[in-house]
């Protein structure tokens, strides 16, 4: 299970290495653009041939959750399919003193009584529209602090154009593809009105809890199912993936249709061995003693176990990806197979002298860039990232401050994240209703504030500023007591009232998020000039140079927007054990032990004698997916949903840097068992025929 952590999400200059795209792709490997599957691969592997009817359909009936998720709609009235850990943050903030839905389910027993989630958006992909000569041209000869505003004042424009006079409707992304190899536009319709339809207890999506995360086999329904809605109505969609009831079976070729967050398979050495010497390592410690800390919180009280049970779930998770990651950067295979791909394309670049006089030196580009990220690396994750002062009160504080300055500057000059047509979403995160929880944001901003003067040192200037004279405890305990900003009527205020009202402002998070802008804007400035413009242009020119010398045959890097994928259903040897790809409602009752985390919920045991034990419940297939494609709808060559991806098996943690067919494998709840439990276990007839049907 994979998702972006929220205030927890690191920028991507940081954390992630920039890839390259590789060369070829082989056997059931790629994440392809829609706008460019690998139609004779699928031809040649499979004896299919996609439709222009069946692209469409399918790129039309796929969607993304804004806060890091894929999604799908599933019936022409809006139902929209996704996985119960991807609406973890809806379920608690709708939850109270009298429902844990979260732990319990959800389930509204008819339209009417849907509830709106607070904070959640989701995305359909409208158009992809190809501006790689517009953005080279804009780009063309410039260099650090020059390249980056070119850069911002170029996507600015486009996006601009894109989204016209509507941008509470439309989102444009321009996008980098290939890593300056191709530039794109991506153009999505928004949706702000989504509602919880139906998700089970958390014991039946998480069934087998941390043992069985990344594991196989599987008995987890991880499934949640929401419904946008325009104008107060539930929305009519003319794409979307009807279910088939059956589900899949063993071999056949399956989609994936989803929206990967990053890949790292083309990156260079050096930045592979930057991501294992530092951010791994200082990540692993992070994540590990905050989960610490919010365990003990959540022991404390029922409500404390309430308000961070979805936040300890996410954590968790992270710090099982992370610590796939250490043998993976370690392994000596990997590591040589890069070192003899780098040498082969710096030998071909070398032995030209018009191709030395276009490409240049790459690599010592970039090794430049990775001198300065080693500078900053630490001041910068703890301010500019949030390490050092977390929690949504902080974040909230932040962007208020940060928004300010940003509008004050013309559409071109901004950050990207402040230019026009993204304000929209950052007002609509300003308003959202979601309760935040005093006693939770103290402890995550104490233990934050401590992290903060335990890495840059008691003596450095931005701690002094932060901290004064006041332990990290006491600091966190007087600015939420006296901070007004979970009031979203406050914060929209603010934003309203732009620099004067910032400035004016004597809330303490505004007074410290005022305090800490200038050194945190510095590094952010240093980051984007000195590390991220020479970086992208380095790995641009390796991409340019494996273009020229390989052509351009494969598939780019996961950058968060809809890719397709394909494979088949199919196990794997394990240690000469073969693995089956099928689970069963039996295997469920057998791996029972009443304990957690494999306890069941009441619905199932009582449901035990009407349930068709051989009905599947979870499968494997060879679909090449990464964090971010939790959520995403398994599909058939008819364009049915035959499935929901959640989780990779524990060989997958590798598919950051490669894919291996023999092994790696993603994990989904057959479409088979979510009918069944739906009708004979949870007795919701109704939204199973819409599944089926199609409609309400």
């Known amino acids: 299970m994979a998702k972006i952590l929220r205030h927890m999400f ?7 290495c920039v890839p390259l795209g590789t060369p070829y792709a082989h056997a059931d490997e790629g994440m392809w653009t829609m706008d460019n599957l690998p139609v004779k691969q699928m031809q040649d592997r499979y004896h299919f041939t996609p439709s222009k009817e069946w692209i469409d359909r399918v790129t039309k009936a796929s969607a993304r959750l804004a806060l890091g998720c894929s999604a799908s709609f599933v019936s022409a009235d809006g139902l929209v ?12 903030q709708l939850s109270d003193k009298t429902h844990n839905y979260f732990q319990d389910g959800y389930s509204a027993k008819n339209p009417a009584a849907e509830q709106r989630c607070p904070a959640m958006e989701l995305n359909q992909l409208d158009s992809i529209t190809d501006v790689t000569d517009r953005m080279q041209a804009a780009l063309k000869g410039k260099e650090g602090e020059a390249y980056t505003k070119a850069r911002q004042a170029e996507e600015s424009a486009i996006e601009k154009e894109c989204a016209g006079a509507d941008a509470k409707t ?18 999505y319709r928004r949706y702000q009105d989504v509602r919880m339809v139906m998700a089970p207890d958390q014991n039946t999506a998480f069934f087998g809890g941390d043992p069985d995360n990344f594991n196989f086999p599987r008995y987890d329904l991880d499934m949640a199912f929401l419904r946008v809605y325009e104008n ?20 056949e070729l399956v989609f994936t249709s989803g929206n990967p967050g990053s890949t790292e398979r083309e990156v260079p050495l050096a930045d592979l061995e930057f991501s294992r010497n530092v951010t791994v390592p200082f990540v692993i410690d992070n994540y590990s003693a905050l989960d610490g800390a919010l365990w003990q919180y959540s022991r404390e009280s029922v409500a404390h176990h309430q308000e961070a049970q979805e936040r300890i779930f996410g954590i968790e998770n992270s710090l099982k990806v992370y610590r796939g990651r250490v043998p993976v950067l370690a392994d000596p295979k990997l590591l040589d197979a890069k070192a ?3 040498a082969s394309l710096r030998d071909w670049i070398n032995a030209d002298e018009g191709r030395k006089k276009t490409y240049g030196d790459p690599w010592a580009k970039n090794a430049q860039a990775l001198a300065v990220k080693q500078q900053i690396f630490k001041p910068y994750i703890m301010l500019e990232g949030s390490f050092g002062l977390q929690g949504d009160l902080f974040s909230y504080a932040k962007l208020l401050v940060r928004g300010a300055y940003e509008r004050q500057k013309p559409d071109a000059e901004r950050l990207t994240a402040f230019h026009d047509g993204r304000l929209p979403a950052l007002e609509a995160e300003l308003g959202s209703i979601a309760p935040v929880y005093p006693d939770l944001e103290k402890t995550e901003l104490a233990f934050s504030l401590t992290k903060l003067r335990q890495v840059l040192g008691a003596d450095d200037e931005s701690v002094k500023q932060v901290l004064g004279k006041a332990a990290p405890d006491d600091l966190a305990v007087s600015l939420v007591n006296g901070s007004k900003l979970a009031d979203p009527k406050v914060r929209l205020a603010l934003w309203k009232g732009g620099a004067k009202a910032i400035e004016a402002s004597q809330d303490p998070m505004i007074v410290l998020a005022r305090k800490i802008e200038p050194q945190a804007r510095a590094l952010r400035k240093r980051m984007d000039d000195e590390v991220a413009a020479p970086s992208r242009q380095a790995t641009e020119a390796m991409a340019k140079a494996r273009f020229a010398r390989d052509g351009v045959s494969s598939y780019p890097d996961a950058t ?3 890719r397709l994928s394909f494979g088949q259903v199919k196990g794997w040897d394990e240690n000469g054990k073969q693995v089956a790809p099928f689970t069963t409602f039996a295997g469920l009752y057998d791996r029972a032990t009443g304990s957690d985390p494999f306890k069941l919920s009441k619905p199932w045991l009582d449901a035990k004698g009407r349930v068709n034990l051989n009905t599947p419940f979870d499968f494997v297939s060879t679909n090449d997916i990464i964090g971010g494609n939790s959520g995403s709808p398994v599909i058939d060559a008819q364009g049915h949903a035959v499935g929901l991806i959640f989780d990779g098996n524990i060989h997958s943690l590798g598919g950051d840097f490669y894919y291996d067919e023999s092994t790696n494998r993603a994990v989904a709840v057959d479409s088979a068992a979510i009918l069944e439990s739906l009708k004979s276990v949870y007795k919701n007839q109704a939204l199973a025929d819409e599944l089926v049907k199609g409609h309400l």
């Not at 690191?10 to 992630?16: G, H, I, K, R, S």
């Not at 107060?232 to 589900?247: I, M």
Request: hydrophobic content about 35%; proline content about 6%; glycine content about 8%.
């Open 81 to 92: 399919m996704t996985n119960h850990h991807c609406a973890n943050e809806c379920l608690q």
């Open 232 to 251: 107060g109505k539930p929305a009519k969609v003319a794409a979307y993936l009807p279910f088939d009831a059956e589900g899949p079976k063993d071999g």
């Open 340 to 342: 003899k791909s780098e």
């Open 560 to 562: 968060f927007t809809q």
């Open 10 to 16: 690191v920028p991507m200059a940081l954390l992630a």
């Open 170 to 187: 439309w989102r444009c992304d321009v996008i980098s593809l290939y890593h300056g190899g191709r530039t794109a536009l991506y153009r």
